[in-house]
């Protein structure tokens, strides 16, 4: 009989929050294949790079756990965290000097032994060029804030001031980096139905 591993069932109150209203979670260390890089993600073959060799790798752990363990799970979408170097200098229409981390959260039976071996099968079937740079790392965001956005990513600022303001309003600060999970698949979504949960994580003001 095979096991089954349900990320999202188990942690459904990180990845279905409301659209109408912020919450505050607390997110506990969770595992991700990870990989950085720059530039903007709408033009940068360095982006779609990493996004290719972190779904093949994940699809290859994946399929590897059910032969070999008889463990079940699905794979996790797309996640990223955003920053600047600068954030006077941020802007949502020149995007070139945007940093991120793309990441996709894995069950905790991952080993970087199951990752290694994984990553020379991919190695042996695709030539990508991210694949050396993909990582196994423990992201702990901890106490954080959230909210849904629905819509296109052009319409985000709303959303993000409005969670900006709640967080102000709770009597906490912003001091990590812009995280946002990708509900929807944007290559096949239309625009006006994207889900995108906006996440920060939060300390108290001193």
Do not use: C
Request: overall charge negative; glycine content about 4%; proline content about 5%.
């Amino acid at each position: 009989m095979s096991t089954v591993i349900d990320l999202r069932k188990e942690l459904k109150h990180l990845y279905k929050p409301s659209a109408k209203q912020p919450e505050i979670v607390d997110v506990p260390p969770m595992q991700f294949l990870m990989l950085d890089g720059s530039g903007d993600p709408n033009t940068s073959k360095e982006y779609q790079e990493a996004i290719e060799a972190l779904y093949s790798t994940s699809y290859t752990l994946k399929f590897a756990f059910k032969k070999r363990e008889g463990i079940e799970y699905s794979v996790m979408g797309l996640e990223g965290l955003w920053w600047v170097d600068d954030l006077s200098q941020f802007s949502y229409e020149d995007k070139s000097n945007w940093h991120w981390t793309m990441m996709i959260a894995q069950p905790d039976i991952l080993t970087e032994a199951a990752l290694g071996a994984a990553v020379e099968e991919v190695k042996r079937k695709k030539d990508l060029a991210a694949l050396p740079k993909i990582r196994l790392e423990t992201y702990h965001e901890g106490l954080s804030a959230q909210i849904m956005h629905v819509g296109p990513f052009s319409e985000e600022p709303a959303t993000i001031a409005r969670l900006h303001d709640f967080i102000t309003q709770q009597g906490y600060t912003i001091y990590r980096k812009h995280h946002e999970i990708y509900l929807s698949d944007f290559r096949r979504t239309a625009p006006e139905k994207l889900k995108t949960i906006i996440r920060y994580p939060i300390t108290k003001q001193a």
